[in-house]
Structures are given as structure tokens and as C-alpha cells.
């Protein structure tokens, strides 16, 4: 009874490829997010989107790309990966803009 | 300019014990609201508490309560009775944009909390 998952949990990968991260929420929510963490633990979003409808885009490269094929999922493409990437992403979700948010249990990449 | 300032790096308690872990935020925005959350070394984000700034009374949640000094800016989360399992990194947060019609939260740098038996 998972409310926010993500996949992978562990993501290891070289410099230039691209991956992609799953996130799926079952609370019914209308927002969902992604936020990034670096290794000084500091938070920061990257993007919001609401009723699949992108919100938010926080001055992030154009290699990051999120897609929500519906209001449960938020995905994150990541093309040519570069080793500043590396930090533990994490997706989140809220009733609506107003209410508290729900975090997945982020995904650690390490780009090598 | 720091929207959320948390200044104690790490904070020591023992077990039982009330602690504080301070918050102070930075906005001109009239409607906001504030959270709290909870990361332990396992890494997920937890959800806290919650105070918005029409709020006339301080939030609680179990043994978790915010003290909110609005003219001071400040939203300092108190835990009563600490436990082993308090132990982690607590971030406060702000929510603004409400009037420009957006909403993200900011996070401050974290508090390392260790409970000590």
C-alpha cells in the first residue's frame, strides 16, 4: 500500500548515457513533484506539475525532461548524463497545491 | 537572500528530553505555510507538521509542536519526550507563491537531530 514509489531505488550509470526515473502515487492526488538532493543533503525542486500540466520548471538543463502520461504518474528523463547529476532524486505528491507533500523514497544515481 | 535559515547544524539530546530545533524563514508574501520533515538515515522524506500563516494557534502533531512567532519570522519545531528512533535530519520548508499563483516548497539546510539513551 505504497503511496509514492520510485524506481529504480539505485541507479548506477557512465557519463553521457541517458536513464530514466519511474515515479507512481495512489493517494489521488492532482500535484506531483520532483525534487533534487545533493551530497550536502540541500533540497531543491526541480519541477511541479499539476493535472498533468507542467507548473514548475526551477532553471533545470534542458537534459532533464519530466512526463506525466496521467495525474498518477511523473516520470524524469535524463539525457546525456554528466557526473554533477549525481545526487538521490526524489518525487512527491500533493492533494492540491495547498496541502503538505508526500515523498517517495528517492532514487540514489551515481553517474561514473 | 536564505528564504529558510536553520542555524544548529546538529543538536544533541537525550532520551526524554524536550529539544528545539529552530526555523527562521524570510518572505513578503502574505500567505504562506510552513513544514516540517523528518529524514532518517534510511532516506525518505517525512512529513511532520504543518503550520500556515493565518493560523491563530500553534500546530501540533503527537509529540511534535511548531512554535510560530510570525512577527520574529521564526517556526521552531519543539519535540517532546525525545525517542531513540528521533534521530535524523529535520528540514523546515516554506510555501509561498500563493498571490502568483504557483506553489513549491523551499527547504532549509537541516538540523542533524541524535537522540542518545
Known amino acids: 500500500d505504497t503511496a509514492v514509489s520510485q524506481t529504480p531505488k539505485y541507479l548506477v550509470t557512465q557519463m553521457g548515457n541517458d536513464k530514466s526515473i519511474k515515479c507512481e502515487q495512489n493517494?489521488?492526488?492532482?500535484?506531483m513533484y520532483w525534487y533534487k538532493q545533493d551530497s550536502k543533503k540541500f533540497l531543491k525542486i526541480m519541477f511541479s506539475y499539476n493535472n498533468k500540466e507542467l507548473i514548475i520548471n526551477e532553471t533545470v538543463p534542458n537534459r532533464f525532461s519530466p512526463k506525466s502520461p496521467d495525474k498518477a504518474h511523473l516520470n524524469l528523463h535524463i539525457n546525456s548524463l554528466e557526473l554533477g547529476d549525481s545526487a538521490v532524486y526524489f518525487c512527491?505528491?500533493?492533494?492540491?497545491?495547498?496541502?503538505?507533500?508526500?515523498f517517495g523514497p528517492g532514487t540514489r544515481l551515481t553517474v561514473t | 537572500a536564505q528564504k529558510i535559515t536553520q542555524t544548529q547544524p546538529g543538536m544533541f539530546v537525550q532520551e526524554k528530553e524536550a529539544v528545539t530545533l529552530d526555523c527562521t524563514y524570510d518572505?513578503?508574501?502574505?500567505?504562506?505555510?510552513l513544514f516540517w520533515y523528518k529524514q532518517p538515515s534510511s532516506g525518505e522524506m517525512i512529513f511532520l507538521i504543518y503550520q500556515g500563516s493565518y493560523d491563530q494557534q500553534n500546530a501540533t502533531e503527537g509529540r511534535y509542536s511548531l512554535n510560530f512567532q510570525k512577527a520574529r519570522k521564526s517556526a521552531n519545531l519543539v519535540i517532546s519526550a525525545s525517542q531513540l528512533g528521533d534521530s535524523a535530519m529535520y528540514f523546515c520548508?516554506?510555501?509561498?507563491?500563493?498571490?502568483?499563483?504557483?506553489?513549491?516548497?523551499?527547504f532549509g539546510t537541516g538540523t542533524r537531530l541524535l537522540v542518545s539513551p
Open positions: 512527491a505528491s500533493s492533494q492540491d497545491r495547498f496541502y503538505e507533500q508526500y
Open positions: 493517494l489521488g492526488h492532482d500535484t
Open positions: 520548508a516554506m510555501r509561498e507563491g500563493v498571490n502568483t499563483g504557483f506553489q513549491k516548497l523551499v
Open positions: 518572505t513578503s508574501d502574505p500567505s504562506y505555510g
